[in-house]
Each structure stands twice: as C-alpha cells, then as structure tokens.
C-alpha cells in the first residue's frame, strides 16, 4: 500500500535549513512511518546560494520569493527557518493558505504578533508546531516522563543555564541574531527560550511570575561586511554598530505548582560552547541534565538504600525510552540532528492521523509571554506575571 506523500516547502537554507532538511530527508530511514515527506521546495533571498543548498539537501526545486511559494496548490507544509522577524508573517500567510505549519522558535519576536500566530492557528484546524527540538531528546522525554509518575515527588525547585562563549570576542560583527529589530532579543529569547520551554514541557505547569535583571556589556561591534555572514566565516567591516539585544539575561520564577526556579543565559561564558544544563529538585530526589552530554542524566532517589545513596549516572538509550527503539542498541548514542527527526516524525504523525502536534503555536505564545513579561520585569524591578 502506498504511503500518503505530503509535500513540504522549506522557508530558510542555512543553519536550520539543514537540520531541517537532513530531518525530512532520515526519518523514514528510522522509523516506520506511514507518511512520506516530500522535499519539494527550498525557498531563499539569494538565488546562487539557495540553489545551492537545494542541490546540497536534496530538494527537488528551489525558489527566491516565500509569498509564491505559500500560494502554491502542491505544498502541504511550510516550514520556517527564517531570521525570527520573519516567523509570524510567514506563519499567519501559510496557515491563511491552509498549510500545516512548523515554525522554529520563536514564534514571534513581540508578544502580540505571537498571540496573532497562536489565534489564527487555533481556528485554523490546520497542524501546527514550533520548533523545540530539546523536547525531543530521548533523556529530556524520559524525565519528563519520571517527573509526570512522581518518581521525584512533589517539585520544588528547577534551576537552569545556558552558555555560550561565541561572541566573548568584541570583533564578532553585528550578525543578524544581535540586532534587536530582527532577532526579537538576544541571549533571553534565544537561549533562556529554551529553557522557558523546557521548564514547562518536565513539569507540566505555566509561570505564576518572574523578576529578572538584563545586561549588555559589549554595547558595540563592527558592522557586518558579508550579509549573509553566520556563525562562522563572517566579515568585519571597518564602521561600528550598536549592539541592540542583551548579552545576559538572568531571573527568578514562581511556577504555578508552587515550585521556584531560577534561569541564566549568557553568550559572554568563556569556554562554554552550548553549556544547556538544568536540574530538578523534588522531596524525594533530583534529576540533572545536560545537553553537552545529551545521552545520559543524573538521578538522585532518597528511597535508595542506605550506603548506597548518590546521585547515579543513567544512560539514555535503552529502546523502552522515547523515541530510541527506532535508532541503535543500547548504549550506542545519538546525536544532535536526531532531536529534529524525532520532532519531524511526530510532525508528521500529527498530520496523517489527525491530531495535535506539541510543541505547538499555543506553547509558542506561552513561552513568549514569559520572555516578555522577563523584559518587562527588567524595565520595573519589580515581579511581573506573564500575560494568558
């Protein structure tokens, strides 16, 4: 029997254009899926460098304007990997086109545009899904599961970083992701947006309010001489900017099931490369986790005997944990691009079977309305709530 096809167009060639692609391009090699996506079209700015990317990724066309693209009658998806300011004009076009729609993170780059993006979609009846890939590391899926069971106890505490060190040098140049009237904020909406997500997807709650501090230390840069420059093999110009986004953005939480919590996301961490770490502390014991080491986390059990308590390694990759019976035997890991195949796979599923997809548009404008309520916090010195 025949799988039923569903036609994607790609909006974005670059960094996520190629996790997504590989994505798209793997998943039916893991899983036994009753689907089959279709690489139909890469859409980009620049001609001779998307044209490229379609022949690099394996798309069967490529295209320049994403308007068009949305208007065609043979796409089902759109995908969005664009620069963030980009991501709810995108979005709200597609799903009025009546395509399924996954967008990376953010939603948006304000709150009242991520509130546009979440209605439209909530009246659509269309699929719809915001890219946290981190949901979908197995270790991330199977503590959240542990945390669901109780296995911990009651919550009390979830504390998290994110560190990077890849703009500590001054002479980085304004790339996009530190210019605030596209990329939306810096540090906080880029890596504390992560931890938001994840902080509601382990324990199942929403943030009661939040108190924070922001910080830019390195208030100008070179402007940028290759505009398409990312994060590596960019071009200084000799004229400076203004650097307009944070460099670190810290607070605290009360979350609505009465534990506290605390959220640090720097770039300025010298020799933290992608240092995304948290733990939870519950009354009978605490998990750690940390991407650099995505297939393992720590537990600790107070119901452990005596003598033998401590916090003890576990190895993610056992085939009764999410998503890893499609991949290896035990211990053999998986790897970063992974976590898109997985969020693809369910993606998908969510599509041919009629169901909702999570993380989707309601989760992306509930982590926004944290990051927002965060910057507004900042502004006031005072505790804010985070608006329904």
């Known amino acids: ?46 001609e001779q460098k998307v044209r490229a990317a379609q022949e690099r990724f394996g798309w069967q066309e490529y295209a320049t304007n994403w308007e068009d693209v949305v208007a065609r009658n043979d796409i089902d998806i759109i995908d969005i990997g664009t620069p963030n300011n980009t991501h709810a004009q995108i979005a709200q076009a597609a799903l009025k086109a009546g395509k399924h729609v996954l967008c990376e993170k953010p939603l948006a780059t304000t709150l009242e545009d991520a509130r546009a993006s979440y209605e439209l979609a909530k009246k659509s009846g269309l699929v719809h899904g915001i890219c946290h890939n981190y949901r979908f590391v197995p270790a991330v899926a199977y503590i959240a599961q542990l945390v669901r069971e109780g296995r911990i106890g009651k919550v009390r505490h979830f504390r998290a970083t994110y560190l990077q060190d890849w703009i500590v040098d001054p002479n980085v140049p304004l790339v996009w992701r530190l210019d605030k009237s596209i990329a939306g904020s810096g540090s906080h909406g880029d890596l504390n947006g992560h931890l938001i997500d994840t902080a509601r997807f382990v324990m199942g709650t929403e943030f009661a309010e939040v108190i924070g501090l922001q910080e830019t230390f390195i208030k100008k840069r070179p402007l940028l001489a290759d505009t398409e420059g990312g994060l590596a093999g960019f071009k200084a110009a000799q004229d400076m900017g203004e650097v307009t986004v944070d460099d670190v953005t810290a607070f605290l939480a009360r979350l609505e099931n009465g534990a506290t919590a605390t959220f ?21 014991g605490s998990i750690v986790f940390n991407q650099e080491r995505m297939n393992e986390f720590e537990i600790y059990l107070t119901d452990d005997p005596q003598g033998v308590q401590g916090f003890h390694l576990v190895q993610s990759t056992e085939s009764f944990m999410p998503y890893m019976s499609a991949y290896w035997p035990v211990a053999h890991i998986i790897g970063y ?13 969510a599509i041919v079977r009629g169901t909702p997809f999570t993380p989707n548009f309601e ?20 505790w804010t709530k985070p608006e329904k």
Request: net charge positive; aromatic share 10%; hydrophobic share 40%.
């Open 363 to 382: 989760d992306g404008y509930r982590n926004q309305a944290v990051l927002s309520a965060v910057e507004r916090s900042c502004e006031t010195r005072q």
């Open 337 to 349: 691009e992974h976590t898109f195949i997985n969020l693809v796979h369910d993606f998908l599923l």
């Open 1 to 46: 029997m025949a799988k039923k096809q569903l036609n994607v167009a790609l909006i974005g060639y670059q960094f996520m254009g190629k996790a997504h692609s590989n994505a798209y391009r793997q998943v039916a090699r893991f899983f036994d899926i009753e689907v089959e996506p279709v690489l139909k079209v890469i859409c980009g700015r620049h």
């Open 264 to 284: 640090e996301a720097t770039r300025l961490a010298p020799g933290r490369k992608n240092y995304h770490r948290w733990e939870i502390n519950g009354e009978k």
